[in-house]
Each structure stands twice: as C-alpha cells, then as structure tokens.
C-alpha cells in the first residue's frame, strides 16, 4: 500500500509569460537548491507557467523530463513537486474581441458582479501581432488571452489544471 504523506508547507510559484516559465525553468534547473529542499520533510512545491508562446513551454516541459528522472535517482517522491505548463491561444481575433465584448456575462457566471459601465479594454481596431514571439509586453492583450483560454475555452480551468 502506497505511503500517504501530509505537507505542511506548500510553496507555489506561477510563471506568467516567457519570462515567467523562463524563471521557473531556472528554479527547476537549480538542483543544487532544488533537491535539498524536496528532500525536505514536509515540503510540496507546485509550479504552473502560462504562456502564448510555444517555444518556452516546449523548453520547460524538457527541463521537466530531466527533472522527474533526476528525482527518480535522488529517491524524491514524485508526489513532492507538480509542474504543469500551459500554452494558450486564442483561434481568431475575432472570438477574442468577441470575448472581451461578452466578459461582463463570464464574469456574473461566477458570481462576479460587473461594472454596469463596462468598457472592453481592447478594440477590434487594435493589430493582433503573430504569437509565435509571445505578446511583446501587451498587458491588455494577455489578459484577454488568458480570460479566453479560463472563462470561454475552459483550458486553464480547475479541471484542466490540477
């Protein structure tokens, strides 16, 4: 029968946009401080990285790869750290603008009351760039991504991301 262990110490680190999952691949890589500390009695270390672009999520997930085998060897317990990384998207400008346009009601379904003077924070107007680099530091633009891909798409809800 498998050991069922309590932590009294959970420490979760979130890793927002490239230069997010690009810190937490460092934490992760870090085994000289890593490793002492899962070794830890007690110890849980949950880590979740969001990004728009692929290439540092595909970076994470390999240093993971290492991680996990590292452990092994180490004999950490694989229940001692979570990581999950999550690349997001949006399938059109439109059903983003659609979104941002719709967010008062994604809002209330949670029981969130809306501001009954709402404005989208975005325009249609506005140039969506290719994604492949990230979002070059538009803040209103990942927030309408990550609101998407939570609220409407329901990739990075609690189901999706345990």
């Known amino acids: 029968m498998a ?11 979130i890793g927002l946009g490239g230069a ?9 890589n870090n085994r000289r401080d890593l490793l002492p500390l899962l070794k830890r009695e007690g110890i849980r270390l949950s880590c979740l990285a969001i ?10 997930d390999r240093s993971t790869k290492v991680l996990w085998d590292d452990l092994k060897e180490e004999g ?8 999950i990384a999550k690349s997001v ?3 059109t400008p439109e059903s983003l603008f659609d979104f941002i346009n719709k967010y008062p009601e994604y809002l209330e379904r949670e029981g969130v009351e809306s501001p009954k003077d709402y404005k989208p924070w975005l325009g249609s107007s506005m140039d969506i760039p290719p994604l492949a680099g990230g979002v070059g530091r538009r803040r209103a633009l990942s927030k309408a991504i990550y609101g ?15």
């Open 76 to 83: 950490v317990p694989s229940d001692k750290i979570s990581i």
């Open 148 to 162: 998407l891909n939570y609220h409407h798409l329901r990739l990075l809800d609690r189901k999706s991301v345990v």
């Open 89 to 91: 998207k949006f399938p």
């Open 20 to 28: 997010g999952t690009n810190i937490l691949e460092a934490f992760i």
């Open 51 to 60: 990004d728009v672009a692929d290439h540092d999520i595909q970076s994470l």
């Open 3 to 13: 050991q069922v262990r309590s932590y009294n110490s959970a420490i979760q680190l």
